[in-house]
């Protein structure tokens, strides 16, 4: 283990930073010279990607498929309304509102949700997110099915929703290297690797999932406020629309599950491809079909995605979450004989 | 008092109903193993398929059950033969993100084709009804409920008396002792989920006779046969029946106490409860 | 007197791990060979893969001369390979009678499925009087019966009987081999997988030992002793 801290792979991670430094200053300067396309585009990848790596979260390194994530998109937005509009609140703690009612929530069913496995799990998600729609649309203040304005969200340049779109990429991509390079990652991979092995080894399975949940929540929440500043209106029907799921699935399939580049790839595919289609006339819900059927076919025929792909044949991963676990290894119980 | 029982009785013959919808997906969890999320779609594709076989013939949408019935066959065997057995022994992901991925394509192509406007399977039985006593029993209802049940019978005469049926069981039970037996498990499987598919559309056009449909009604009927096979029990035929009798008339007698707004609700709380109280079923052994 | 199966340098592998090197052994039409060997020798990797279970990597396996490599096991089946699983692999949840029916699913043998049932309730009356009890709430012998009458109802020419004793009373055990030896002189072959050394030297006429997935002893059971089969059983 000693051996992965010569100098040259220090001198690798040197060009590793640099090279994430510039592109985030490319990122974070883009407005002052990009054209308004430029920015729309890469804001709407900031948030697909975003929405990925939380879903990613789950799935690739929790073994829980959420077929829930517009539940919290769609309390998130709505949330970061009634806050501003009713409340005053301004904007950015909106959004950490949000985030937070979305992570109440998911803590509030975490305790049923994570004793399902599979297709329970999978199911009972997207069944939350159906019966959370009826409520929502039948709330006075909330719209009533019309959706509401988020009213201070009319003033804002676009380039402000592009930094907050921004933060929320970073934010993600961040959290999810940290939380997976800390113990409760190691756990998970224990998990992911073998359940009860972990279990008994004395990995919280529970602790672990849920720490996921929360921040997969917490963020996807934060996620659904700042694309609907940036649509101004809420309809519920399509805050709380699967198809959120739907893109999540598709981008992380694509660029490949359980990596972190594979939805940071996957998101920039995903948002060229949705608005080519839709520059496409009379092709109107084929677009989904295009996406459903890319997805399918990537998993039958390169499950692991792009990244994945990639990886198995040139060995190389451009953001490890195993490197760190070196650190960690000497506080693992010891195995004991079967 | 008398629309309560009106409502008791209507949802007992949903009920019937139900457990027909719920049936293949259970036979599907507990045979392949494998979560079909686009179960509810299917059943809304049969429903499709047998709006545009009536318009073909000028019949009523039970006479398109006879094309109805091997188009959904093949399309489930297709299906499971050219997708699903690839993924087989990959964990459960890749089988739940496929259907969910079909899932999304069928919605979407009918939403192309048909557009999200309502559609009904228009019967000349839907509004008719006779009385019993004080209360009045409509027919469409009732033939729903006789046609669910005897799909449930015929499924447990088919698995306990044929050859396929016993080998799609021992299947279940022992994957590598039904192979050793000489099963062809993958044909096995595709056999099953055409069954499971017939199932579904034989529901469908049901279900496409009593209500209104759209190409996202898949949801609700996905959900409708994840709490039969929660209520029912892995893998048990008659379990599965109870089951759909349970929720149909908690959705019903539900929507009744509390406002017709409210049944969808009222059925997701039922199986919420049933998600805590006891997860493996009432029925499962 | 010919050879009814021939497994000529056989590897098996379990995703990476290779449990069958080079395996060879040939079965005498209508004998009993034994093979014997410590868990995880790879007693059961050969015998999977002599049933089209786990596919053969390299090698070849003749069964009356015709090479079945990489053959699906339903054809094997229909050939007149049948198993008895270790562990038995009944189908718990099914009756005996129907556990007994799924052996004769193969279409030859379909055919004649009510004579061999009758058959094999003639062998094992037991069984006849459990017919509609679930066989898995049978005893550990009840089902080793029902899994030797499942094999049974293929017809078949060759019987291999992975772990034939495992798990059973020493009185059931006897019984098992006393049907055994009945099978053979009935005119089935048969390849017993064993452990215990001395038990399948007395019933068997030919013995193979193997350790870590290769054959490393084979002979006639009058010309080896039981010291040497010791030694290579162990290794040493």
């Known amino acids: 283990m000693t051996k992965l801290k010569t100098n040259n792979v220090s001198k690798g991670n040197m060009a590793r930073y640099i090279g994430i430094a510039a592109i985030v200053a490319i990122l974070l300067s883009l407005p002052a010279w990009g054209g308004k396309y430029a920015v729309m585009m890469v804001m709407l990848m900031g948030i697909y990607i975003a929405l990925g790596q939380m879903w990613n979260l789950l799935a690739g390194y929790s073994g829980l498929i959420s077929l829930g994530q517009q539940m919290y998109i769609g309390v998130g937005a709505f949330t970061v309304a009634v806050t501003s509009n009713y409340l005053g609140l301004p904007l950015p703690l909106g959004l950490v509102c949000g985030g937070l009612v979305s992570m109440a929530i998911a803590i509030g069913l975490s305790y049923l949700l994570l004793r399902m496995k599979g297709m329970y799990f999978a199911i009972a998600t997207w069944m939350f997110a159906e019966a959370m729609v009826l409520v929502f ?26 930094y907050y779109s921004i933060a929320i990429l970073i934010i993600s991509t ?15 991979f224990a998990i992911r690797d073998n359940d009860t092995a972990a279990e008994t080894s004395g990995v919280p399975q529970f602790r672990s999932k849920l720490y996921c949940m929360m921040v997969s929540s917490f963020i996807t929440g934060v996620i659904g406020g700042v694309y609907y500043m940036s649509q101004v209106w809420i309809q519920p029907y399509a805050a709380f629309s699967i198809s959120w799921t739907v893109a999540a699935v598709f981008i992380v399939v694509i660029g490949g599950i359980g990596t972190i580049t594979g939805p940071i790839i996957g998101g920039v595919i995903y948002v060229f491809l949705s608005q080519y289609l839709s520059t496409l006339s009379q092709i109107g819900s084929l677009s989904q079909v295009i996406l459903g059927v890319i997805a399918v076919a990537v998993i039958l025929l390169a499950p692991k995605g792009i990244v994945g792909t990639v990886q198995n044949r040139f060995g190389f991963e451009i953001i490890s979450v195993r490197r760190w676990m070196g650190k960690y290894t000497d506080r693992l119980p010891e195995p004991t004989e079967a | 008092m008398d629309g309560m029982i009106q409502a008791i009785i209507q949802g007992l013959l949903l009920g019937g109903l139900y457990a027909a919808v719920g049936l293949g997906m259970s036979m599907i969890f507990g045979i392949v193993k494998i979560t079909n999320l686009a179960h509810g779609d299917f059943l809304v594709l049969a429903c499709y398929i047998s709006l545009l076989f009536m318009g073909v013939f ?49 919605q979407n192509l009918l939403l192309y084709f048909f557009t999200a406007n309502a559609q009904k399977l228009a019967s000349p039985l839907l509004l008719k009804s006779f009385s019993a006593g004080t209360v009045s029993i409509p027919v469409l209802y009732l033939i729903s409920c006789i046609i669910g049940v005897a799909i449930i019978l015929a499924l447990g005469v088919f698995m306990k008396g044929t050859y396929l049926g016993k080998a799609i069981r021992a299947t279940s039970d022992d994957t590598e002792a039904a192979t050793l037996m000489g099963v062809n498990i993958k044909s096995t499987f595709g056999v099953a989920m055409g069954i499971s598919m017939v199932t579904a559309g034989v529901a469908g056009v ?6 209104n449909f759209y190409p996202s009604s898949g949801s609700t009927y996905l959900i409708v046969a994840f709490a ?12 599965t029946l109870w089951a759909g009798i349970i929720f149909g008339l908690a959705q019903v007698v539900g929507g009744f106490v509390f406002g017709a707004a409210f049944q969808q609700l009222v059925g997701y709380a039922v199986l919420l409860i049933m998600l805590i109280v006891r997860p493996q079923g009432l029925f499962s052994k | 007197m010919s050879d009814l199966l021939r497994v000529e340098n056989v590897d098996v592998f379990y995703g990476d791990f290779q449990a069958v090197q080079q395996a060879s052994f040939a079965v005498p039409d209508k004998e009993i060979v034994s093979i014997i060997g410590t868990n995880g020798a790879g007693k059961t990797t050969l015998m999977r893969a002599i049933g089209g279970v786990l596919p053969a990597k390299n090698g070849r396996i003749y069964f009356e001369d015709v090479d079945i490599t990489g053959w699906p096991t ?15 692999k009944l189908f718990g949840r099914m009756s005996v009678k129907d556990n007994l029916i799924m052996g004769s699913y193969t279409p030859r043998a379909r055919k004649n499925a009510k ?52 798990g059973l009373a020493p009185t059931v055990i006897k019984d098992i081999y006393a ?58």
């Open chain 3, 179 to 236: 049907k055994v030896r009945e099978l053979n002189n009935g005119g089935i072959t048969i390849i017993i997988v064993e452990q215990d050394v001395k038990r399948s030297l007395k019933a068997c006429v030919e013995a193979f030992v193997m350790l870590k997935g290769k054959v490393v002893l084979s002979g006639k059971t009058c010309e080896l002793t039981e010291d040497e089969v010791s030694k290579a059983y162990f290794g040493m």
């Open chain 2, 228 to 239: 039969v096979v929660v209520i029912g029990g892995i893998g048990s035929i008659y379990g």
């Open chain 2, 58 to 106: 000028h019949s009523s949408p039970l006479t398109t059950l006879i094309v109805v019935v091997p188009i959904m066959f093949f399309i489930g065997f297709g299906v499971q033969r050219t997708m699903l057995n690839k993924v087989i022994g990959r964990g459960d992901e890749p089988p739940l993100l496929i259907t969910f991925g079909i899932s999304i394509i069928i």
């Open chain 3, 115 to 166: 004579g061999e049932l009758e058959k094999v309730y003639e062998l094992f009356p037991i069984l006849k009087e459990k017919s509609t009890q679930s066989a898995g709430s049978l005893s550990g012998g009840q089902q080793q019966m029902v899994a030797i009458g499942r094999a049974l109802m293929s017809e078949p020419k060759l019987i291999c009987f992975d772990e034939i004793s495992l």
């Open chain 1, 137 to 162: 649309v039948s709330i006075q203040f909330l719209g009533k099915g019309q959706g509401l304005f988020i009213t201070a969200a009319r003033k804002l340049q676009a380039a402000d929703v592009y």
């Open chain 2, 206 to 211: 049901l279900i496409g006779s009593l209500f």
């Open chain 3, 74 to 88: 339903h054809k094997i089946v229909d050939l007149g390979i049948s198993q008895v699983p270790e562990g038995r």
């Open chain 1, 174 to 188: 961040v959290v999810v290297v940290v939380l997976l390079r800390s113990k409760i990652g190691l756990g998970l």
